[in-house]
């Protein structure tokens, strides 16, 4: 049988979701789990006309960056990328990834790249996970083909992937019951998880606590967080994104603090006591009420919260606030910052602007245009939110020329 079929493939080059690609008898082979340079004896999953996927079985010559992953899922799940990578080389490929992108707009940006934050928990840090149907919920395989009835997921802080297991073992009989195909486990820093439907109910609201770091009292504190609303997946490296977006506005001090998608709002409630005024815009309705409980709890008589799109809203912020004296937040979508808010943004450019991203590709396209004529990139750092993946978190720093 074609799934018991065992070929042996040189692996040349990842491709762009980080799969091993080499060649058996004219085919391309794409190979999980697999490092440039490798000799592997892989078992074959798919086969088509010109392309299969396979899985190695035996590693017959090894990279000398290869680890030994955590997981035993690791080779047929979608979910991580590197964990057969040691976590040095992990950081630099992805630095190498966002330089790619950076310098294709303008080498000097890649100059002002100043390091990659390594997360303290390269294991046990992810949040949240989605688990999908059709049949009992899983993990998307290599490929997207099929799911996975995976019976754990190591890089999840433990109450997630405890609770992952003991649905696991109860096949999830709850949700398959009420035909939920689709299922949310969320824990949070203070040990509270929530399980159900990934897409919420009126009447299905649930509140987590999440502690964090108050970046510049280096006091905890804590902020109320439903648990269907954005939140940071990565639990050990919110305090450390939040501090890179606070500090600066601390430097700056500003009269007008405007901070867009905002979310729950966590970086503006953090640097709220470094700005006269601020501003946060939202369209999330939930995330709306999570940042206006928050500013009340915490007492920041300073804040207002705008429930509406940032591009219906920021322009006529921009215009009634003054240049010289404001700084601007913008956490965009991956597809980066919309035509329409990028000129709003060129055309009352505030003093500073903190641009977080978690798409190198976009980033620098959206720098490109910022920096043509309105601003100087200060610095960029990189922050690894996710370990094991490819995924990068930046945070850019610029301010008006």
């Excluded at 009835?149 to 019951?177: G, S, W």
């Excluded at 600066?248 to 729950?264: F, M, Q, S």
């Excluded at 006269?276 to 206006?292: C, T």
């Excluded at 207002?304 to 004296?325: C, Q, S, W, Y």
Aim: glycine share 6%.
């Amino acid at each position: 049988m074609a799934d018991e079929k065992l070929i042996t493939v040189k692996i040349e080059k990842f491709n762009n979701k980080y799969l091993g690609v080499g060649r058996h008898e004219g085919k391309k082979v794409l190979v999980p789990a697999a490092l440039p340079g490798e000799k592997i004896e892989c078992k074959i999953l798919k086969e088509w006309k010109s392309k299969i996927i396979a899985i190695p079985e035996n590693i017959i010559k090894a990279d000398e960056q290869r680890a030994k992953p955590d997981c035993k899922h690791f080779k047929l799940c979608a979910g991580c990328q590197f964990q057969h990578m040691s976590y040095e080389s992990q950081l630099k490929l992805k630095k190498e990834r966002a330089f790619k992108f950076l310098e294709r707009q303008n080498p000097e940006f890649c100059t002002l790249f100043e390091k990659i934050i390594p997360s303290p928990t390269p294991y046990h840090y992810r949040n949240t996970i989605k688990l999908h149907g059709p049949g009992e919920p899983g993990f998307w395989k290599v490929g997207g083909i099929e799911i996975l009835q995976n019976t754990e997921c190591p890089v999840c802080i433990d109450v997630v992937e405890d609770k992952l297991a003991e649905l696991r073992e109860e096949h999830f009989e709850k949700y398959m019951q009420q035909d939920i195909n689709n299922v949310m486990i969320r824990g949070s820093s203070c040990g509270e998880v929530y399980v159900g439907s990934e897409q919420i109910a009126e009447t299905e609201t649930k509140w987590l606590n999440e502690e964090i770091t108050d970046p510049f009292s280096k006091e905890p504190t804590r902020l109320m967080v439903p648990a269907h609303a954005f939140w940071q997946g990565s639990t050990p490296m919110i305090g450390r994104l939040i501090e890179e977006v606070a500090i600066p506005v601390g430097e700056h001090k500003p009269d007008v603090l405007i901070e867009t998608y905002c979310g729950v709002g966590a970086f503006s409630l953090f640097s709220a006591s470094k700005a006269k005024n601020v501003i946060a815009i939202e369209e999330n309705p939930l995330s709306v009420e999570a940042a206006r409980k928050n500013k009340k709890n915490l007492g920041l008589d300073n804040m207002r919260v705008i429930a509406g799109k940032t591009e219906n809203e920021l322009d006529k912020l921009l215009e009634r606030t003054p240049e010289e004296g404001t700084s601007l937040i913008v956490d965009p979508p991956r597809s980066g910052l919309q035509k329409k808010v990028l000129k709003q943004i060129l055309a009352n450019p505030p003093r500073q602007l903190i641009y977080v991203s978690c798409n190198p590709d976009s980033l620098s396209r959206n720098l490109a245009a910022l920096c043509d004529k309105s601003y100087r990139l200060k610095r960029i750092r990189g922050l690894d939110l996710f370990p094991q993946t490819k995924h990068l978190e930046c945070v850019a720093v610029l301010e008006r020329i």
